[in-house]
Structures are given as C-alpha cells and as structure tokens.
C-alpha cells in the first residue's frame, strides 16, 4: 500500500508530536496508565510479575528463545526488557524520540549491551529485510490515528520478518464503540456536548488526540483484511487474560507462504 509522502509526514509527526508531549510529561504514566505509583526501579519490577504471560505466548508463536527480536514502539523498554532476557538481540523502536532517549538512559547497565533502541518515523520500521526472528508490540496499535497507519506497520513487519519467523501484536478488538455512549452523545444537547468536550480538553488534553484514542476497536474481519493485504498469515489469536473478554487481543502472524 502506497501513503501519499505528504499526508505521510504529517501524519508520523503527528504521532512523534503527540507522544513527545506525553513523554515530556510522565513517560511511565503514559507507558502505562495502571501505574500511578512508584519509582522507575517499581515501574519495571511491574512487568516481570506477567513474564509467565509473554512465556505462554512466545511458546504460542513457537519461538525459540534466541536471535534477534523487536519491540515495536517500545516506550520506554519495558517490553524490550522482558524480551532482552530471552533473546540475544533487541530492538526497540518508537516514533516518539523522548521516549527512547529515556529508554537509552534506562537500559545503560553492562546487563543491557544487546539492546538497541532507534526512533521510528511510526510507519516504517528502521531495519533491513528478513533481519528479525520476532516481532512484538504491545499498546502501540491500538493506538495508531489511521487504518492506512495500522496497514503501513503491519506490511513492514512481513518485510523485516525471516522466513517462518512470526509476531505477536496486541490489538484493541470488538464491537465499534458503545452504541449506547454514541446515542447518549447525539441526544444531548448541543451545550452539554460544549461542557463535555471543554472539559475533556480541558483535564485530558493528552488523551484526546488520535494518536492516543485510535481508530477504536477492529473486528475480526476488519483484521483479517488488513492481515491478508500485509501477506500475514493469522496463526493463533490470544484475548488478553488480563481484561474483560473482547477488548484486547494478540495476533501471531507469520508471513504468509503465498
Ligand atoms: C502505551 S506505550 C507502550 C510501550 C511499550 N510497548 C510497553 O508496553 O511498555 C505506546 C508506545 O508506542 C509508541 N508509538 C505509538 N505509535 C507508534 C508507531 N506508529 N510506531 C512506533 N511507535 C509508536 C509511543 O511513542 C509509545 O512509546
């Protein structure tokens, strides 16, 4: 799929803009919005309490646990990290250059040397074909503005994956957004929605942009056509065990053999 190089830059430093404000202000909030407590040594400590989670997943993927292995839109390296120790290289990548600088300066400890952090310009990934054993990303698709930017990222990783290597990528998957909450909206009146919207802004100025809120959940079919149009073979689909059924979900794709 071609992207029109104007409408391409905007929309990557869409995302870098938005994201750089996020992590200017609280990288490991905006990493992950659970965490509202803690120093960074707590924020990291966090993650390994669902290390046996990302295990049952790579055995899903049929990983073995070494070469080369890449977090997409890694934040600050937390998923990095966990795949730092079961992988012999890892890169991490992110649109937002604030977050892999705070990453950098997370992961400097001699433990770290095979991780490698690089910014992204969010649609493309910065890595040669066929280089990358396994691909992961976890909240960053959900978060993507466009259908053209999900389809841009998912054709890139059939082209840095090796052959019969797979990914695993978390997506925000159901029914399209409340009914119900859309109905309520386009009842009330014009000046409640004014209220509401000003107040939104007003409090959550930092999640209310499109590179935060996304296209809203995919459904199966939707992710079906995208998978296909990116030569992506769906191998297994997991919902995330950690919240109610049908909000997320992580596809294991391999690049399909056609
Ligand atoms: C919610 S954080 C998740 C970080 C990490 N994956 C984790 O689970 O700890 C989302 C990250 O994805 C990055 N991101 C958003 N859109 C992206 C894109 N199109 N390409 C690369 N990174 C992206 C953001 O800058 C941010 O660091």
């Known amino acids: 799929m071609q992207f029109d190089t104007r409408h391409a830059t905007k929309v ?5 803009r938005q ?21 960074e040594h ?11 989670d990302f295990d049952y997943l790579l055995s899903m993927a049929g990983v ?24 012999s290289r890892v890169i991490g990548v992110d649109v937002s250059p604030v977050m892999i600088s705070a990453a950098r300066r997370l992961h400097q400890e001699p433990d770290f040397q095979h991780m490698v952090f690089a910014i992204s310009d969010g649609l493309s990934l910065p890595l040669q074909n ?41 997506l925000r998957v159901g029914p ?7 109905l309520l909206y386009s009842l009330s009146p014009r000046w409640a929605r004014y209220i509401w919207y000003r107040w939104i802004k007003r409090h959550h100025r ?18 079906k056509q995208l998978c296909k ?19 997320f979900a992580t596809i294991i794709v391999a690049r399909s053999s056609q």
């Open 12 to 16: 990557s430093a869409h995302m870098r």
């Open 19 to 39: 994201w750089d404000k996020r992590a200017r202000v609280d990288p490991l909030l905006y990493v992950d919005t659970t965490f509202r407590r803690g120093n």
């Open 42 to 52: 707590d924020f990291f400590a966090k993650i390994q309490e669902q290390t046996s």
């Open 64 to 87: 073995s646990h070494a070469g080369c292995a890449l977090d997409i839109g890694c934040g600050v390296g937390r998923t990095t990290r966990v795949l730092a120790s079961r992988f």
């Open 130 to 170: 066929e280089s990358v054993d396994f691909a992961f990303s976890n909240a960053v698709f959900l978060h993507m503005p466009s259908f053209h930017v999900i389809q841009h990222n998912l054709i890139e990783i059939g082209r840095v994956l090796k052959h019969n290597a797979s990914a695993a990528i978390q």
């Open 176 to 182: 399209p957004r409340s009914v119900v909450r859309r």
């Open 206 to 223: 930092l999640i209310t942009d499109s590179a935060w809120l996304g296209v809203g959940p995919l459904r199966s079919q939707q992710i």
């Open 229 to 247: 149009t990116a030569r992506l073979e769906i191998n297994a689909v997991r919902e995330e065990p950690t919240y109610p059924p049908h909000c």
